[in-house]
């Protein structure tokens, strides 16, 4: 029986020097089994199947919940660790700044970068545009359409009610299964009798 990951989730922690992200895995609460392994011949059984079921995916989440813990422990040591070598760089990258400037005339009168053995350092051009909230709206009133982002999706959950026939204009098919699930009731490992 394998779980179905649902989606993969950028979690957040702050820390008093900023965040630090991970990726965290979650599973569903629901599962297809692929694999029958055991010969259940009553409810009875099946309801202890899913009792075991329940308590195993109890522990899952309690040693998840015990990583994240210490993951988190970890990177918190790691910003604190680094938090000084962060500010040095911080500092250096102000001085080379400072004497960027400084000696622009000099440095920069016929290129934009000076390139050394551990480095460049220079001057780049940057364009951006600048806009207020009325801006998208007066794109639309005096219509400047290739300014304006759109992205079309195919909406299956309206394609869900659509006939064969309109399905098929468009070189699509509704594909009906009935798949077998299982969904354990939330089971803590103090409460639990194994």
Do not use: C
Not at 38 to 58: P, Q, V
């Amino acid at each position: 029986m394998g779980l179905r990951i649902k989606k993969k989730v950028r979690v957040a922690v702050a820390t008093r020097y900023g965040f630090v992200y991970w990726e965290k895995v979650m599973a569903k609460a629901r599962s297809k089994p692929t694999v029958d392994t055991r010969k259940i011949t009553s409810l009875s059984e099946a309801d202890g199947i899913l009792h075991e079921i329940a308590d195993l995916k109890a522990q899952v989440r309690k040693r998840q919940a015990d990583a994240d813990i210490a993951v988190n422990a970890i990177k918190e040591a790691m910003v604190e660790d680094t938090r000084p070598m962060l500010e040095q760089i911080e500092a250096m990258e102000k001085s080379l700044a400072v004497y960027s400037e400084y000696n622009r005339g000099e440095l920069f009168s016929d290129k934009k970068t000076i390139e050394l053995n551990f480095g460049l350092f220079g001057y780049r051009q940057s364009t951006s545009v600048s806009v207020k909230k009325t801006t998208l709206e007066l794109l639309q009133k005096h219509g400047f359409d290739e300014a304006i982002s759109t992205k079309p999706t195919v909406n299956k959950e309206i394609m869900r009610s659509w006939s064969t026939e309109r399905l098929a204009l468009v070189d699509a098919t509704l594909v009906i299964e009935d798949k077998f699930w299982i969904e354990t009731k939330e089971n803590d490992l103090e409460g639990s009798a194994a």
